[in-house]
């Protein structure tokens, strides 16, 4: 088992940024992939992006230039740098983790107005 506590979402306003971090514990030995991906009222969850234990990264064409995710395999945590926010990346955000199976955070409301 994983657990995954994740921290960092909040309000801010468009062109502001935010930090979203996460750690993980448990059975953290088996973790390749680590990542976020959030989910809007109304829309499906979305990837936004990931990283694995070798720092290939992959992020959704919408965050592109704009959000950088990191991980410290020390620490067995993971770090989403969000800037220029906009009001359409509003959403909650979960951490997810991947090894021998997936493990999803509890989510962190991320709120951007106009």
């Known amino acids: 088992q994983v657990q995954l506590v994740e921290s960092g979402g909040g309000l801010v306003q468009a062109g502001g940024s935010l930090r979203l971090s996460c750690a993980a514990s448990g059975s953290i030995f088996s973790i390749n992939v680590m990542g976020w991906y959030r989910q809007a009222p109304g829309k499906q969850r979305e990837l936004v992006a990931t990283i694995t234990s070798t720092s290939s990264t992959q992020y959704a064409d919408s965050v592109k230039g704009r959000f950088s995710i990191s991980r410290d395999n020390a620490k067995n945590t993971v770090a989403l740098q969000m800037n220029s926010l906009k009001p359409e990346d509003t959403a909650v955000y979960y951490c997810?983790?991947?090894?021998?199976?997936?493990?999803w955070g509890q989510g962190t409301q991320v709120t951007v107005s106009s």
């Open positions: 997810y983790v991947k090894g021998i199976r997936g493990y």
